[in-house]
């Protein structure tokens, strides 16, 4: 199975700040990367897919980035509602798996 | 508007059965892979199973292969998941979530808790 590590696991920054999560792959996903957030009491809500693409309806401060083994979520101009756990899930191979999340707070 | 709406969640012993239902609507949902994804109480997300949009192909991890199965019925919208020799482990919100083509769980169901407990 493809191990997702996600870091850091929590991140406090202050609104208006550009923070990035880092996931790593254990093995080669190519760009079969997708990142959600799961602000607190919700579902989880795609933000990106595919390493770099936006869902629809995302706002362009979210960004993502990699290929390979590594990718990175950005979130430029810390907003209140980016209040969230953010989770990775890599889509390259059976069985699908996800990384361990990381809780956003705001300072 | 895409809406997914489960039902079925309950509290069952260990060993026991249950099945969970997935009505959808707001889309054409005979042309999309649907599939089952868990929260654990400590919030892991879980990939649990994926069907495809003809019903034809399904996939599963090792840890509920064989004891769970992923069905639709295009004709009602409805997208199903039979639980049976239940474990504690198996204890969780089940979603159900429609693919994107092009990765990823694109949208989720509200969610309905699967608790397994003697």
């Known amino acids: 199975d493809i191990q997702m590590n996600q870091s850091p696991s929590s991140l406090s920054a202050s609104l208006g700040d550009t923070i990035t999560i880092t996931c790593h792959a254990s093995?080669?996903?190519?760009?079969?990367l997708s990142w959600y957030q799961q602000k607190p009491g919700n579902i989880p809500k795609l933000l990106i897919y595919k390493a770099s693409n936006l869902h629809t309806g995302v706002p362009s401060r979210f960004s993502g980035s990699g290929s390979g083994t590594g990718f990175t979520l950005t979130i430029s101009s810390l907003q209140p509602e980016d209040i969230a756990t953010y989770y990775c899930?890599?889509?390259?191979?059976?069985?699908?798996?996800f990384g361990g999340g990381t809780k956003l707070e705001i300072k | 508007e895409v809406q997914l709406v489960e039902s079925g969640g309950d509290l069952v012993k260990p060993g026991g059965s249950l099945k969970l239902s997935c009505a959808a609507s707001g889309f054409t949902f005979s042309s999309y892979g649907m599939s089952w994804v868990r929260q654990t109480p400590d919030k892991r997300l879980e990939w649990v199973a994926t069907i495809s949009s003809g019903g034809s192909y399904t996939y599963y991890p090792d840890s509920v292969k064989g004891r769970f199965t992923i069905s639709r019925d295009n004709a009602k919208n409805t997208l199903y998941l039979q639980m049976s020799s239940l474990k504690s482990e198996d204890t969780a919100m089940y979603y159900c979530?429609?693919?994107?083509?092009?990765?990823?769980?694109?949208?989720w169901g509200q969610g309905t808790l699967v608790t397994v407990s003697a």
């Open positions: 899930q890599q889509g390259q191979s059976y069985p699908w798996t």
């Open positions: 093995q080669n996903i190519n760009v079969w």
């Open positions: 979530a429609r693919q994107n083509p092009d990765g990823g769980f694109a949208y």
